[in-house]
């Protein structure tokens, strides 16, 4: 199967989406990367998976890219008194370093890295940031804050600490477990989540060792303060816009998804831009104009990858969102603009032989009006390199067996 289509699909398997039958219904509609949540996902359901995702790429003749996206830590409360409370804008509460709280009036966190990194001011955000509270002051054991937007909190809800560096692995036990299942079985990709710092996906390159490419996900704060860094180390980038938006304000994500994407490509690294694409199409059977848009920034902007999350995994129309995020991508592709854009977008090139060369491919691919440019590689960087010019014609790159 040829699909002349550059920007790249990627497709969450879940419930929806994960018998041999719709996944070739999916890939047919315009799939290239199938991704498996592992926070979904037993080792015995990644194994079947697997299976079905090589049998299918065998049977169309085409590479069917698997991306593994570990779990990764997550911070959450305790056990509340009667289950849950509601918190009311301006009022003082008490976090306290348990797992459940003796005092009616306490907050569990059961979690002493975080006091021993929170600071005086800092911000911290409960159930996706419904509930926001700001510290006052933080002790060895507990820590005072004072409501800034109130609600209703339960047990285990999530909790998100945007300002601090929290001295957390990026990758738990379970993820270890799940990596070398992963490793093991051949996956093309892996995602790091809770990415905070370079030396998170130092550690996991370090593990990995060449057997998968590693997709760091930026999803806080503190990755954009590394973000060069962690490009430099990471083989990909996922604007991870789920959890960024939870610790970012809602307006600054925009203008941060541009910044990683041109951060991406200026390095010559693929970025896969991700989460509520498509939303509405989990239950209806068409997309928002507003959707429509979205996706198509995204291509304008120059992502490689858009994807899709629960439209496929859990959704009702789980093709049905794949065939609409293909035509916009495609549509954007032959756009009069698209061309245009891109070109404006490059970066001047680098002074070296590498850079001068690809800049010349770029300018005579566009005055011959060439049908394909071809690289001969061994580590893939030619390839990478011929793709960030972003050439007009489609890139064939040729490797030793």
């Known amino acids: 199967m040829r699909r002349r289509r550059k920007t790249k699909i990627v ?33 015995a359901l990644l194994t079947e998976l697997h299976g079905t995702l090589r049998a299918q790429e065998a049977a169309a003749g085409r590479p069917i890219g698997i991306l593994v996206d570990l779990q990764g830590p997550k911070i959450r409360l305790g056990t ?73 909190i339960k047990d285990r809800k999530g909790v998100n600490l945007p300002d601090t560096l929290l001295p957390i692995p990026a990758m738990t036990p379970k993820d270890r477990s799940d990596l070398d299942m992963a490793l093991n079985l051949g996956v093309d990709w892996v995602a790091l989540s809770f990415v905070q710092r370079v030396e998170d996906v130092a550690e996991l390159k370090k593990v990995v060792a060449g057997r998968a490419a590693v997709l760091a ?17 990471a083989d990909a980038l996922m604007v991870a816009r789920g959890d960024l938006g939870v610790e970012l304000p809602l307006e600054a994500v925009p203008g941060r998804q541009k910044q990683i994407i041109r951060a991406a490509r200026k390095a010559g690294k693929p970025v896969v831009v991700a989460t509520q694409m498509l939303e509405s199409m989990i239950t209806a059977s068409v997309p928002t104009r507003a959707e429509v848009s979205d996706v198509a920034t995204a291509v304008f902007d120059g992502a490689d990858a858009v994807m899709l ?93």
């Open 309 to 401: 999350s629960a439209e496929t995994a859990s959704g009702a129309h789980p093709v049905e969102a794949v065939q609409v995020m293909d035509r916009i991508a495609t549509a954007v592709e032959g756009d009069p603009t698209f061309i245009p854009e891109m070109n404006a977008q490059r970066n001047a090139p680098e002074e070296t032989t590498a850079d001068a060369i690809m800049q010349a491919v770029h300018e005579v691919t566009h005055t011959i009006r060439a049908k394909a440019v071809v690289c001969w590689t061994k580590s893939g960087s030619t390839g990478l390199r011929a793709a960030r010019e972003r050439p007009e014609a489609p890139i064939i790159v040729l490797t030793p067996l």
């Open 217 to 233: 996900k930026i999803e806080k704060p503190k990755a954009l303060e590394s973000l060069g860094e962690i490009l430099d180390m």
């Open 11 to 43: 497709a969450t398997i879940g419930p929806a989406s994960s018998t041999p039958e719709k996944i070739k219904a999916l890939f047919d509609a315009g799939v290239d990367v199938f991704r498996i949540n592992m926070s979904h996902t037993s080792h």
């Open 80 to 152: 509340l008194p009667g289950g849950s409370r509601i918190l009311k804008d301006g009022e003082q509460v008490r976090f306290v370093r348990k797992v459940q709280a003796d005092d009616p009036n306490d907050i569990p966190i059961p979690h002493p890295e975080v006091f021993a990194a929170m600071k005086m001011r800092h911000t911290l955000l409960i159930d996706d940031g419904k509930v926001r509270l700001r510290l006052l002051s933080v002790k060895d054991y507990y820590a005072d804050a004072m409501v800034v937007v109130g609600g209703e």
